[in-house]
């Protein structure tokens, strides 16, 4: 697996290439497939096939996905980087009930997340949402001595503006940005790629396939299972569905003639946009894990990325990411 460096100076850290979210083994795409067993062995395989970059949330359960990942990586800790998150206020019911990342609830939350993942140290510890109620200079100061004490080893963010990632940055340096990401999410591109190149923080896209969709494994016909969050984005109502296979009939006139599937054109695309993104496709199966780290060695041509490009603007997305309260949600 080849890598790549997230942030600079103090704050970089190197990672696998692709890494894996792992949110989708404990929630967000209906029921899972597999069981705990099954998932730990995907998160080794994982390992066992070059991937060094995990990603999980307290928020993905919620609790219950640190666990999984603790556990499954114990064995090969000092091999892997592991990113987890703050930020949410969660009810005694599991329910993110709004934002928190008031210092002292960051310092909960760090504490907490260390012993469901078994560990001493977080890798990277992202805020999960801007709070518009703390300060972002407070939210960085309290990372910052986290740090200090030894808990954590990296400052991330999660879908902020270029305004909020520059404060943060002058405060603790950002080693990555994590915010969706691909060829039908292109936010980022005229603000925020600058933003981070100015100033040497990395890219995490989530999300890079379109939460499936770019992989052509859906269209109007999908019946999403009951937990899958898709059903209440308005990008996956069937109606949009079908005006967006235009997306997916561009990847797969490329992926044709390359030799690889859809998914991987998707994401070799995403990784020859810049040499510090590194997206985290998430998947519950070997074979579509494989699929996803078999793109680091798609060689898409100057002409291929053009081709793509090109023809992802003449497309008019159909339908928001996000509902209106998940869009007010984020900073881009």
């Given at each position: 697996?080849?890598?790549?460096?997230?942030?600079?100076?103090?704050?970089?850290?190197?990672?696998?290439?692709?890494?894996?979210?792992?949110?989708?083994?404990?929630?967000?795409?209906?029921p899972?497939?597999?069981?705990?067993?099954?998932?730990?062995?995907?998160?080794?395989?994982?390992?066992?096939r070059g991937v060094?970059?995990?990603?999980?949330?307290?928020?993905?359960?919620?609790?219950?996905?640190?666990e999984?990942?603790?556990?499954?990586?114990a064995?090969?800790?000092?091999?892997?980087?592991?990113?987890?998150?703050?930020?949410?206020?969660?009810?005694?019911?599991?329910?993110?009930?709004?934002?928190?990342?008031?210092?002292e609830?960051?310092?909960?939350?760090?504490?907490?997340?260390?012993r469901?993942?078994?560990?001493d140290?977080i890798?990277?510890?992202?805020q999960?949402?801007?709070?518009?109620q703390?300060p972002?200079?407070?939210?960085?100061?309290?990372?910052?001595?986290?740090?200090?004490?030894?808990k954590?080893?990296?400052f991330?963010?999660?879908?902020?503006?270029?305004?909020?990632?520059?404060?943060?940055?002058?405060?603790?340096?950002?080693?990555?940005?994590?915010?969706?990401?691909?060829?039908w999410?292109?936010?980022?591109?005229?603000?925020?790629?600058?933003?981070?190149?100015?100033?040497?923080?990395?890219?995490?896209?989530?999300?890079?396939?379109g939460?499936?969709?770019?992989t052509?494994?859906?269209?109007?016909?999908?019946?999403l299972?009951?937990?899958?969050m898709?059903?209440?984005?308005?990008r996956?109502?069937?109606?949009?569905?079908?005006?967006n296979?235009?997306?997916v009939?561009?990847?797969?006139?490329?992926?044709?003639r390359?030799?690889?599937?859809?998914a991987?054109?998707?994401?070799?695309?995403l990784?020859?946009q810049?040499?510090?993104?590194?997206?985290?496709?998430?998947?519950?199966?070997?074979?579509?894990?494989?699929?996803?780290?078999?793109?680091?060695?798609?060689?898409l041509?100057?002409?291929?990325?053009?081709?793509i490009?090109?023809g992802?603007?003449?497309?008019?997305?159909?339908?928001?990411?996000?509902?209106?309260?998940g869009?007010?949600?984020?900073?881009?």
């Amino acid at each position: 697996m080849r890598t790549r460096t997230l942030g600079s100076g103090t704050a970089a850290l190197e990672v696998s290439a692709v890494g894996l979210g792992c949110m989708g083994m404990s929630q967000g795409y209906g029921p899972n497939p597999g069981s705990r067993d099954e998932m730990i062995g995907v998160l080794r395989g994982a390992v066992e096939r070059g991937v060094t970059f995990f990603d999980t949330a307290e928020v993905y359960g919620p609790y219950v996905n640190e666990e999984l990942v603790g556990e499954a990586l114990a064995p090969v800790r000092d091999q892997v980087v592991i990113a987890t998150k703050f930020g949410f206020d969660i009810d005694d019911q599991g329910r993110s009930v709004g934002t928190d990342s008031r210092p002292e609830h960051i310092r909960q939350v760090a504490d907490a997340a260390l012993r469901r993942l078994g560990t001493d140290v977080i890798d990277l510890f992202y805020q999960h949402r801007v709070d518009p109620q703390v300060p972002i200079e407070d939210v960085a100061g309290t990372v910052a001595e986290l740090i200090e004490a030894g808990k954590v080893r990296r400052f991330g963010l999660s879908e902020a503006g270029a305004d909020t990632i520059r404060r943060a940055h002058a405060v603790q340096p950002v080693t990555a940005l994590q915010s969706e990401y691909s060829l039908w999410t292109r936010d980022p591109e005229p603000e925020i790629l600058p933003t981070l190149e100015e100033l040497g923080i990395g890219l995490v896209p989530f999300s890079p396939l379109g939460r499936g969709f770019l992989t052509g494994a859906l269209d109007a016909s999908t019946q999403l299972t009951d937990g899958d969050m898709r059903a209440g984005l308005p990008r996956f109502s069937a109606e949009n569905l079908e005006a967006n296979r235009v997306f997916v009939a561009l990847l797969d006139t490329v992926a044709a003639r390359r030799g690889c599937t859809t998914a991987q054109v998707a994401l070799a695309w995403l990784l020859a946009q810049r040499p510090w993104i590194v997206p985290i496709p998430g998947t519950r199966r070997l074979s579509r894990l494989e699929e996803n780290i078999g793109s680091t060695e798609v060689g898409l041509t100057a002409a291929d990325l053009a081709e793509i490009t090109a023809g992802a603007e003449r497309i008019q997305v159909s339908g928001e990411r996000y509902t209106e309260a998940g869009l007010r949600m984020t900073g881009l």
